[in-house]
């Protein structure tokens, strides 16, 4: 896999599509091509608000994780996560909880 996408849309597009307003609308870039090899970000919308658009980085780090995020994708790439591996590996349960 290429573990890229791209985000080229204007902002105001962004909001008029998903209905919701950007939390940080100042930093908000468009990317043509946005690699998850690299610690970016991308845009989100969350359950914990859901009534805007926010930002992360693409990929899973376990919550207590406290060291490098570039060593754990290279010890398990999250970028891209089969349904049959969220079921059974456990250090994707908190990410994948929905209450």
Same mark, same amino acid.
């Given at each position: &896999?290429?573990?890229?996408?791209? /985000? ?33 970000? /991308? ?13 992360? /980085? +693409?990929? /899973?780090?376990? =919550?207590?994780?406290?060291?490098? +995020?570039? &060593? ?18 456990? =250090? ?8």
């Amino acid at each position: &896999m290429n573990y890229k996408l791209s /985000i080229d849309a204007t902002r105001q597009a962004l909001e008029n599509t998903f209905k919701r307003y950007f939390l940080f609308p100042n930093i908000y870039r468009a990317h043509k091509t946005i690699d998850g090899a690299k610690e970016t970000t /991308i845009l989100i919308i969350t359950l914990q608000q859901s009534d805007v658009i926010s930002q992360g /980085i +693409w990929g /899973i780090l376990p =919550h207590n994780y406290e060291n490098d +995020w570039k &060593m754990f994708q290279k010890a398990l790439n999250t970028l891209s996560v089969k349904s049959k591996d969220v079921e059974s590996q456990s =250090h994707y349960e908190e990410a994948f909880f929905i209450r």
